[in-house]
Nanobody, 113 residues
Framework: QVQLVESGGGDVQPGGSLRLSCVVS???????RAWYRQVPGKQRELVAV??????TDYADSVRGRFTISTDNANMVYLQMNNLEPEDTAVYYC?????????WGRGTRVAVSS
């Protein structure tokens, strides 16, 4: 019964910043934690992930601009800087527990002038 709730999305101008938050509850032992995004008509893509031992990785398109963090046991953040129109998407929080994936409902990010 793991549950994830995202927040922090919204409208922002190119070059602006947003910080997405994800509250995770009902877990026993979370493994990886990640953010994905999806545009209508396209496949969901991995944006950023915290892997074993705290190692992080990013999609090439966001590396250097986005930062994933898990400062608390039940929180996952995505700091998004220097946003571009191509970053427009619904962003989903993802965690894996004992090999099973869990997803939030998503939060919308729109980058435009």
């Amino acid at each position: 019964q793991v549950q994830l709730v995202e927040s922090g999305g919204g409208d922002v101008q190119p070059g602006g910043s947003l910080r997405l938050s994800c509250v995770v509850s009902g877990y026993y032992a979370i493994g990886s934690r990640a953010w994905y995004r999806q545009v209508p008509g396209k496949q969901r893509e991995l944006v950023a992930v915290v892997r074993g031992r705290g190692y992080t990785d990013y999609a090439d398109s966001v590396r250097g601009r986005f930062t994933i963090s898990t400062d608390n046991a039940n929180m996952v953040y995505l700091q998004m800087n220097n946003l571009e129109p191509e970053d427009t998407a619904v962003y989903y929080c993802n965690v894996n527990q004992l090999g099973k994936d869990y997803w939030g409902r998503g939060t919308r990010v729109a980058v435009s002038s």
